[in-house]
């Protein structure tokens, strides 16, 4: 008879409400925790899939023109004692003049996508000069050395003796000298070098030299001839950004290891995402002539307040073979190598001998700023080259790409009008490539995607704890309670539900106290007066 009593009692939809509930619960708590284990990794792959460069999509329209400003400072090392130094052996004596600033548009052009998650492109960059930024005109005039002359002195060191003399009279008749006074844009643009419009109109055309005019950013206003071919990042987002091919080779043919000849960076825009401060950054640039490494510095809040891993070359990356064995495959013709701190690009520069630098000697053997005067001590802040990514999905909110251009003079005692050159580092010119940051519709988007998953996990997970766990306590007191009270049930009770006087116990005391008032109890009664109510018609 009881028994009968206690399954028409489950059977009755006041249990059967009850274990609903509990089932409910279970199911939301399982949810709470297939988010907190899960929610990274299918943000992750939610970014992943979103990053992806493809036709249509907004991160491709800001990849083909980035909507930022670039600039690009450049200070030159004006030589005021040429005549001391050439005639009297003097120690050179430069004054750095500058910023001369110029904006930059950046645009990649002739786009094609390609079924193998790779897209090729050119590069195009326009260059205005900015008057009112700079602290000189364009038409300043300056005194450097002479770069192409010296690099045909430089290079015939080891030729024969009658070609050095046949190259110093050609120098005497061309009225060739060390040094040329040339404006800062002909420096920089160009300026008709006779020396190499001799080389041009003699040299068979398959031979090196292809101008005729001599500037350190010849033909880069504009768009660059190289194609490039990066990967999307569809498919395999470990390579998203990164370079596949530079006119169509994989690989550069200049240094003796696979390693030192790999161009596998980003080009500086993008990263492939995920980017902890353990994860080494790679950027490739072609003036650069190999892969630069970047290791994590800090964090940085960056405009927008979006928060940023500065990346940053490690000290080392210029450092000869005895300093930085890793680097024994950049100097295929040594020892000796270039000193410590420079790296030589002579290979990328049609031979010149060009040696980059940071600025002002940075991270590079302090003698070298001895060889000069007038370069004031590097400093980090102001010489330092760093790249602030945004670490869950790769992209660059901010960089200042910083090198100095030197050339490495060798004494040449055959060609007079050299031979008082001594050998020596001689620095050009440094330069500064600045994003200062990304325009706000982009940083909004950023914090917006880097901020949400977060507080949207928490949230979640924790709005789908507390609401499981306090439906699932409570369901299961109930039915604990009411299974207690089975041998007490009379049929009156579990059928008259109305005409009830009112249960006189405040509804509070059907919880156990808790001790110290957790603040589980609050829920309990804000979110289920139902439970309140028949409860005490029950009784
Ligand atoms: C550069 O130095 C030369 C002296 O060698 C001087 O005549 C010239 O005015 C300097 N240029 C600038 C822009 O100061
Ligand atoms: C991808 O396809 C393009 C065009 O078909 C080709 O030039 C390139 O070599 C391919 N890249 C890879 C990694 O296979
Ligand atoms: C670069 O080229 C553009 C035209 O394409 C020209 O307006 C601009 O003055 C050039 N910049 C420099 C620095 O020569
Ligand atoms: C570049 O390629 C090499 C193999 O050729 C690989 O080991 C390395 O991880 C790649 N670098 C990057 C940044 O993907
Ligand atoms: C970074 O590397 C260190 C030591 O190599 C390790 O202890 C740490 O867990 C790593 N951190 C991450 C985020 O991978
Ligand atoms: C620089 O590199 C070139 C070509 O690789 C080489 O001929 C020259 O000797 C190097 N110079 C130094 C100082 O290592």
Redesign the pocket.
């Known amino acids: 008879m009881q028994r009968a009593k206690f399954l028409d009692k489950l059977k009755s939809g006041y249990l059967r409400k009850w274990w609903l509930v509990i089932l409910v619960s279970l199911v939301l708590l399982s949810f709470g925790a297939l988010v907190a284990v899960f929610f990274s990794q299918w943000v992750q792959f939610f970014i992943g899939h979103e990053i992806t460069l493809r036709q249509g999509s907004q991160t491709f329209k800001w990849w083909r023109q980035p909507p930022i400003e670039p600039l690009m400072k450049i200070y030159i090392y004006?030589?005021?004692?040429?005549d001391e130094f050439l005639i009297d052996g003097a120690k050179p004596i430069v004054?750095e003049?500058g910023p001369y600033v110029y904006r930059q548009e950046w645009e990649r052009v002739n786009v094609e996508f390609h079924d193998n998650a790779t897209v090729t492109f050119q590069q195009r960059k326009v260059f205005y000069f900015d008057a009112e930024a700079s602290a000189?005109d364009e038409e300043?005039?300056?005194?450097v050395p002479n770069i192409p002359m010296l690099s045909a002195t430089s290079q015939s060191k080891h030729a024969a003796r009658f070609l050095r003399l046949a190259m110093a009279s050609i120098m005497d008749i061309l009225k060739i000298k060390p040094f040329v006074e040339v404006s800062v844009s002909q420096l920089l643009w160009g300026y008709e070098d006779p020396l190499l419009k001799l080389a041009k109109d003699v040299v068979s055309k398959d031979q090196k030299l292809p101008y005729e005019e001599f500037g350190l950013f010849y033909g880069k206003n504009g768009t660059s001839n190289d194609i490039l071919t990066v990967f999307t990042g569809k498919g395999d987002i470990t390579r998203y950004g990164l370079i596949d091919r530079f006119n169509g080779k994989t690989h550069l043919p200049h240094y003796k290891t696979e390693s030192c000849n790999r161009l596998n960076g980003s080009d500086g825009s993008l990263f492939p995402p995920n980017i902890t401060p353990n994860t080494t950054l790679y950027v490739w640039d072609k003036d650069m002539c190999r892969l630069l490494p970047l290791h994590f510095q800090k964090e940085v809040v960056t405009n927008g307040d979006v928060l940023g891993y500065r990346f940053s070359p490690p000290e080392n990356v210029f450092y000869d073979p005895e300093h930085n064995p890793e680097n024994d495959c950049f100097c295929p013709q040594g020892p000796p190598c270039a000193p410590n701190g420079l790296f030589n690009v002579s290979a990328c520069q049609y031979d010149s001998p060009i040696m980059l630098s940071f600025p002002h000697f940075y991270q590079a053997d302090p003698e070298l700023l001895k060889m000069v005067d007038g370069i004031s001590p590097p400093e980090k802040e102001k010489h330092q080259l760093f790249i602030d990514v945004q670490p869950q999905m790769g992209t660059t909110l901010r960089a200042t790409a910083r090198v100095q251009i030197n050339l490495a003079v060798s004494q040449v005692v055959d060609i007079k009008q050299v031979a008082t050159f001594p050998d020596i580092i001689f620095p050009i010119l440094w330069f500064e490539d600045v994003i200062s940051g990304l325009p706000g519709e982009v940083t909004d988007l950023l914090h917006l995607a880097t901020n949400a998953p977060a507080v949207a996990k928490s949230a979640l997970s924790f709005g789908l704890f507390v609401i499981g766990g306090v439906l699932l306590v409570i369901s299961v007191f109930c039915l604990i309670r009411n299974s207690n009270r089975q041998e007490t049930l009379t049929l009156e009770s579990s059928t008259h539900y109305v005409n009830k006087p009112p249960n006189p116990r405040p509804p509070r005391n059907l919880i156990p106290p808790f001790p110290n008032g957790t603040p589980k109890k609050e829920p309990v009664d804000v979110l289920n007066p139902g439970f309140v109510a028949d409860s005490n018609e029950m009784s």
């Not at 004006?78 to 040429?82: E, G, H, Y």
Request: glycine share 8%; hydrophobic share 50%.
């Open positions: 004006n030589v005021t004692n040429a004054q003049l000189g300043d005039m300056v005194v």
